[in-house]
């Protein structure tokens, strides 16, 4: 009997700490960039294309979209940042972006939102008098079409972005 139990109880918990035995159609992903004493950390869900179009459709251009799937998107930093003209005080953020067409505004907003959107509305959760940064930066259109959506960090020219692609759209926001 105590087998049994023991047995239950770590089913249990792996199936908490692993969302189930079914695979997440948007699965998390937590990426980091270390350099120096910098470190910067991103953790999102990853929606897939699955044969959809994405901007102006799934993702409406001019309304905030929760950058991502699920759990609202989180950034944080252990150092203050410039982006843009702006500062970005050491800590831990929620991102949101604005996507259009030609450029999109990426938000970083201080306040901590367990969900991306309300459940009732499907409207994200965001609440404009917590953001701390807002830049735009412009879309680049690609020539290979990105399944699921990807964040990462970009420092190959030795200048840092925060990159975002999916579908055939990337963006770059500069961190220096």
Do not use: C
Not at 138 to 152: L, M, R, W
């Amino acid at each position: 009997m105590a087998i049994l139990i023991i047995v239950a109880v770590g089913i249990f918990v792996y199936s908490y700490l692993n969302d189930g035995f079914q695979k997440r159609k948007s699965p998390k992903k937590t990426v980091s960039f270390k350099v120096d004493d910098l470190k910067l950390e991103v953790f999102y869900n990853r929606p897939s294309k699955r044969g959809r179009e994405i901007f102006g459709a799934l993702v409406p251009y001019n309304e905030v979209w929760r950058t991502g799937a699920n759990e609202a998107t989180t950034f944080a930093t252990n150092k203050t940042l410039k982006i843009g003209t702006d500062s970005l005080n050491a800590g831990k953020y929620t991102l949101w972006t604005i996507p259009n067409d030609t450029a999109w505004q990426v938000i970083f907003n201080s306040k901590q939102y367990e969900w991306g959107v309300d459940h009732e509305t499907l409207k994200a959760l965001r609440e404009p008098k917590y953001d701390v940064v807002n830049v735009v930066v412009p879309v680049e259109k690609i020539d290979n079409t990105v399944e699921q959506f990807t964040i990462a960090f970009d420092n190959s020219t030795d200048n840092l972005f925060l990159t975002m692609a999916w579908d055939n759209v990337k963006i770059e926001v500069p961190l220096k």
